[in-house]
Nanobody, 125 residues
Framework: QMQLVESGGGLVHPGESLRLSCEVS????????IAWFRQVPGKEREGVSC????????NYADSALGRFTISKDSAKSTAYLQMNRLKTEDTGTYYC??????????????????WGQGTQVIVSS
């Protein structure tokens, strides 16, 4: 069974950057798409960015486009979410998730069968 562990969250000021990491173990991760989701209290989990297992397809939420970059290091079995020019509305708990998908990725929560425990990001002045 696949395990995912996020890290890298924290408290930052607007305009600053953070890099989230998602360490994957327990399976052949290159066959799995990785996605980052954000959740705030009282709202549904929303997709922020994803990458197909092949690495050839990436998608971003409109709010993340141009500021966030998803990547992965297969040798380290780790995916990353580089978040630049952070805004207060980026605040939330960020989860990484994995779905068996080599060629595509999307933000359908039900598609992702493995989830990390989440890491909190607070953007505040």
């Amino acid at each position: 069974q696949m395990q995912l562990v996020e890290s890298g969250g924290g408290l930052v000021h607007p305009g600053e950057s953070l890099r989230l990491s998602c360490e994957v173990s327990g399976s052949t991760s290159e066959y799995y798409a990785i996605a980052w989701f954000r959740q705030v209290p009282g709202k549904e989990r929303e997709g922020v960015s994803c990458m197909s297992g092949s690495g050839g397809v990436t998608n971003y939420a409109d709010s993340a486009l141009g500021r966030f970059t998803i990547s992965k290091d297969s040798a380290k079995s780790t995916a990353y979410l580089q978040m630049n020019r952070l805004k207060t509305e980026d605040t939330g708990t960020y989860y990484c998730a994995a779905a068996r998908s080599y060629y595509q990725c999307d933000f359908s929560v039900a598609r992702y069968g493995s989830w990390g425990q989440g890491t909190q990001v607070i953007v505040s002045s």
